[in-house]
């Protein structure tokens, strides 16, 4: 059973930085995409950044400069730093791994999802 655990969420001021982590665990050894979607309150859930295992990545143009992801495939982790953080960049942060090279644009093929941490930015 694959398993996916967020950690990093939390409130910072506009401006400030985060960096999650998800970690994770279970029979996915390689091969894989990992990512980060979000979603606000009120709205649909959209996709942050990915990367893939050899790790080339996606970054969503609204976070590009600011955002930058990354993984460390021996523990299979996956890592968003955030800075300059927005006060739109409020959201239920979700770590996501999948198979499927379209999963960052077509969520439904994504395979395992994390339980979210949310990321609060205040002004």
């Known amino acids: 059973q694959v398993q996916l655990a967020e950690s990093g969420g939390g409130s910072v001021q506009a401006g400030g930085s985060l960096r999650l982590s998800c970690a994770l665990s279970g029979p996915m050894y390689g091969g894989h995409f990992m990512g980060w979607f979000r979603q606000a309150p009120g709205k649909e859930r959209e996709g942050v950044a990915d990367i893939a295992y050899i790790g080339s990545a996606t970054i969503r143009e609204s976070v590009k400069g600011r955002f930058t992801i990354s993984r460390d495939n021996r523990k299979n982790t996956v890592y968003l730093q955030m800075n300059e953080l927005k006060l739109e960049d409020t959201a239920k942060y979700y770590c996501?791994?999948?198979?499927?090279?379209?999963?960052?644009?077509?969520?439904?093929?994504?395979?395992?999802w994390g339980k979210g941490t949310l990321v609060t930015i205040s002004s």
């Open positions: 996501a791994a999948w198979w499927d090279g379209r999963g960052f644009t077509m969520s439904t093929l994504v395979d395992y």
